[in-house]
């Protein structure tokens, strides 16, 4: 494949397995704490990979809530994804990690079922409940194990836990050495409340703004993603959120196949105007038809930017009314990226 | 914020079917010349849009010109090749923050852009090449120059999309990437760009 080739679309199933969690983080994007208790049945859970796999999904993503807390049908719906040759993903806190053999245990048979890649939730709001010391022991299992491993840490302006703090742990230096520490992928993602009307303090430039709305791509996981929720309801996104969005609400897992929900997603135009241009440069270009539509500053993390697309009813009136003008970019766009094939000439 | 109206969720027929008659009109190529000339007379024309000559209209037009140039892909697969040779700590960086931290090096940014402009010189003029030299960073978005495309390719892109954590090394030309960077060019730096035709 060449590089400036057609791009295939991406197609994600994130299962989120169960609500219930170890921890309790202020603005958790999933609603999830120990007391929730919500439960996807591992038949339906096992139902949804065998379609995914026929529909030409990528990836199975396995998620929470706390996955762990899933128990031994975690391991077998990881077996189960691989044996079609699915990429599979566990996100977790890592809060079994506690002593190196407990996180050897845990990955090695991760990683047995077939396990490719986990990823690691960590930052001042996790580690209220899981210490640094279980993300890092449960890091060097998997990095023993040949995973792919990715340290997603919370990020607002005034923290305690950064990347710097992982790479200066004792703990960290002692276990991992130099080449070790380039496997592991550290992302510092903005962390968000809910509420669209509220807003953290971010370290500078990291809020959009006119300035650095260039760097603002389309989103690349609406109607790419397919999200069931432990109680069923399917989601056309993995965003943080979606449970306070209707429209972003796709049906329940009784209602229609995996190709079915995501079709649901695909027919909405607002949907593919998000996967296209993102929520941000949406409320960028609601400003321009209604100045008092206030954005620039207010957001870092694109899902509370799509939270206010969604819930500000001036940003959906100028939507609705003008949305039209935008069809044909938008299908141009999804054209260019996905189908064009450029006739070239024979040299002469 | 008001209360909220009914549910926004923009799927009746008035976009499915344009979204399948577009496609369907888009396999032709004599269709598709149409279009990216003219985009808002063929969304009047065909779909019943009024479409003003947006600037998102614009990118894509010049998305696919330059999608269609040979000499560009040429470019752009040369251009990929020289940093994946001669940027080991880009192009063999494990993650992203390491890419980061190359980046800042100005030793590195200025070796990127002096390979830049060279793997640049048989698109554009000697002149314009000679101007690019001297040009090492900045929001070369304003630089009104024929060679707008190509530079904000390295420095928009490269520099500061890959530095942002935004664009993935491995994919630094890549149609998403041509996409982003056209969507933040003027109309009359649009205007400017020019491709081989080949």
Redesign the interface.
Known sequence: M??????PEARVLSLLLTLQCTAECMHCGTNSSPRVKSRLTEATAARLIDEAAQADYHVIAFTGGEPLLYGQSLFDLVRRAARYGLATRVVSNAYWARTDDSAARIVGALAAAGLKEINFSTGDQHARFVPMSNVIRAARASLDHKLKVAVMIETVKERSIT?ETFLNDPLFVEVFDGAER??????ESPWMPLN??QYLDYPDNMAVTAD?I?????CDSVINTTTVLADGRVMACCGLGTQQI??LQLGNVDDGSVTEMRS?AE????KRWIRC?GPERILQWAATKDTAIAWEGLYAHRCQACVRL?????V??V??EH???????V???E???H??Q????VEA | MASKSTSLVLSGPEFTTRAVNFAHLMAAPTFQKQFFADPSAVAAREFGLKVTASAASRSNAMVFALLGDKQFNNWAKDFQTEIDTSFQSIAGAANLSDVQKALKSKQTRDQLVAKFNSSVAQHLSAETTAKLSAINKGPLVSEGDVAIILLTFVVVVVVVAVAAGVANPAEIVSRQQVQLVARQITAAQAAKVRTSGR
Not at chain 1, 2 to 7: A, F, K, R, S
């Open positions: 060449e590089i400036l080739d057609p791009i990347r380039e496997m592991i992928y550290f992302c669209p009307n650095n260039e760097q603002c791509t389309g209707p429209e649901r027919n909405d135009f607002l241009e969604y819930s500000d009813e001036a959906r009136s939507i609705r949305y039209e003008e935008k069809i044909v970019d299908l141009a766009a054209w260019l990226t189908t064009y450029p006739v070239q000439p």
